[in-house]
């Protein structure tokens, strides 16, 4: 069992930037690929981003590429989530995840441990 506790979350104006943190329990991190989604009230689910257990490579949905950044630190069991130039349709609980190894990193199905969520808003 792996928990996950996010972090980082909170009121920005849009334009701002907000770093998330979602650190994790288990002595084997680096087997794991992360990553974050998010959901706003009366919405699906949504991938955001992602970065693979053993290269590091990363992914991002469209709407975000060249603004949010994932990274992971192994050392301290943490992935982050740099995310830059919010809009305030970005307002959403954003959600860590984690599965073993690799897999579709777009989909929530493939994703076996999931955090609480920090809320991000983003006003106009």
């Known amino acids: 069992q792996v928990q996950l506790v996010e972090s980082g979350g909170g009121l920005v104006q849009a334009g701002g930037s907000l770093r998330l943190s979602c650190a994790a329990s288990?002595?084997?991190?680096?087997?794991?690929?992360m990553g974050w989604f998010r959901q706003a009230p009366g919405k699906e689910r949504e991938f955001v981003a992602a970065i693979s257990w053993n290269f590091g490579t990363d992914y991002y949905a469209d709407s975000v590429k060249g603004r949010f950044t994932i990274s992971r630190e192994n050392a301290k069991n943490t992935v982050y989530l740099q995310m830059n130039s919010l809009k305030p349709e970005e307002t959403a609980l954003y959600y860590c995840?984690?599965?073993?190894?690799?897999?579709?990193?777009?989909?929530?199905?493939?994703?076996?441990?999931w955090g609480q969520g920090t809320q991000v808003t983003v006003s106009s």
């Open positions: 995840t984690a599965r073993a190894y690799g897999g579709n990193y777009y989909s929530h199905n493939d994703y076996h441990y």
């Open positions: 288990t002595r084997t991190f680096s087997s794991y690929s």
